[in-house]
Nanobody, 123 residues
Framework: QVQLVESGGGLVQAGGSLRLSCAASGRTFSLYNMGWFRQAPGKEREFVASITSGGGTTSYADSVKGRFSISKDNAKNMAYLQMNSLKPEDTALYYC????????????????WGQGTQVTVSS
């Protein structure tokens, strides 16, 4: 069992940056593959980025590639999403998720989810 708590969201102007953090409980965090997803009002949850348990492989949605960067610090039980060059269309509730497998963009395959942190980008 692992509990995930996101933080770092807020209101930012277009072109700005935010770093989201995901704090995980438990002693087996290093074994988990991590993902970030987002959901805007009236839209389905969508994949943003993922990283394998050891941090060796990352994957990004086309819409954020080159602007966002996912990372994982197993010593601190933390995952991060660095978001640069933010756009109004990035406005959403952002969730981190943990999976025993390399689940990539497959939301259904993630075992644990946080409650989300709101990101709002003004134009």
């Amino acid at each position: 069992q692992v509990q995930l708590v996101e933080s770092g969201g807020g209101l930012v102007q277009a072109g700005g940056s935010l770093r989201l953090s995901c704090a995980a409980s438990g002693r087996t965090f290093s074994l988990y593959n991590m993902g970030w997803f987002r959901q805007a009002p009236g839209k389905e949850r969508e994949f943003v980025a993922s990283i394998t348990s050891g941090g060796g492989t990352t994957s990004y949605a086309d819409s954020v590639k080159g602007r966002f960067s996912i990372s994982k610090d197993n010593a601190k039980n933390m995952a991060y999403l660095q978001m640069n060059s933010l756009k109004p269309e990035d406005t959403a509730l952002y969730y981190c998720a943990a999976s025993w497998r390399d689940s990539g963009s497959q939301a259904f395959a993630y075992n644990y989810w946080g409650q989300g942190t709101q990101v709002t980008v003004s134009s």
